[in-house]
């Protein structure tokens, strides 16, 4: 028996980075897994690697219609959902507060903090029929501590932060967790565009963001994937409304 087996589980922004490590090692812990994300090409290849074990669904989850529909979609596709990994995010403008435009703030907070409320709000139904379940937020290092770049980013993941701590309140009764995740820099897609649009030497940069972390260099998806299996898995049904820390020791400072 695997540490998942018989669960149905959901991964917005399934089909890279972070997101496609945690499709991969659910599965091989035995669960169902739907790719919910935009990029088709790499979602459906990510489906077609795991067979009948994985689906993947076109949405984009600041679509309140589009998440509904990919929600219903997999209960459909599975006959049930117990996990809800809610890792769809994007890092946005990076630029000081006072050069920031209203759209530019606006389309960090439609993906990162409603995306978390319309995937959790279509869920609590099909979580509730299954018995409870798990959702696991994708929030960040930046939830948590301060530092001097990416404002709507900060924002965004502090309320997702507490958005956690809020429905881990108000479905403990129906036996449905609900955790935050906070990873340190991860090298993803995410990162590297990131990393890219500092200019100068990218190789450089990336020891300079990896030398943040006291043990000394970036982490990899897989080391948020295997904190995502471990809160989707029974061997968390006493965990709630924690922040679980997988930062290579960055908010120690
Ligand atoms: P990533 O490499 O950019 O992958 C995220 C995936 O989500 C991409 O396929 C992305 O598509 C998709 N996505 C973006 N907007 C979407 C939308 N509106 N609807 C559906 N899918 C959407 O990001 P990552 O680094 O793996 O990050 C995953 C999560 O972890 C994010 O919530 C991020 O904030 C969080 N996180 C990451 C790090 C890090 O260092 N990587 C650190 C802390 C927290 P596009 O490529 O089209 O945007």
Redesign the pocket.
Known sequence: MGRLSGKVALV??G?????AACVTRMIEAGANVAI????DD?GQALAAQHGGNARYFH????SEAQVAAAIAGTVEAFGRLDVLVN?????GANKPTHELTEAEWDRVQA??VK?VFFATKHAIAPLRAAGGGSIIN?????GLVGAADSPP?HAS?GAVRLMSKTDAMLYAADRIRVNSI??????????EQHIASMGGDPVQHRHEVGALHPLGH?GD?DD?AWGVVYLASDESKFVTGSELVIDGGYTCH
Do not use: R
Request: glycine share 14%; hydrophobic share 50%.
């Open positions: 917005t922004g089909a890279l980075g972070i997101g919910v994300d935009l990029h790499a949405a984009d989850v600041s890792n769809a995010g994007i890092a993906i990162n995306g994708l929030s960040s290092i930046y980013y993941k906070h990873p340190g820099f991860i090298w993803t897609p995410m990162v970036m998806a948020i």
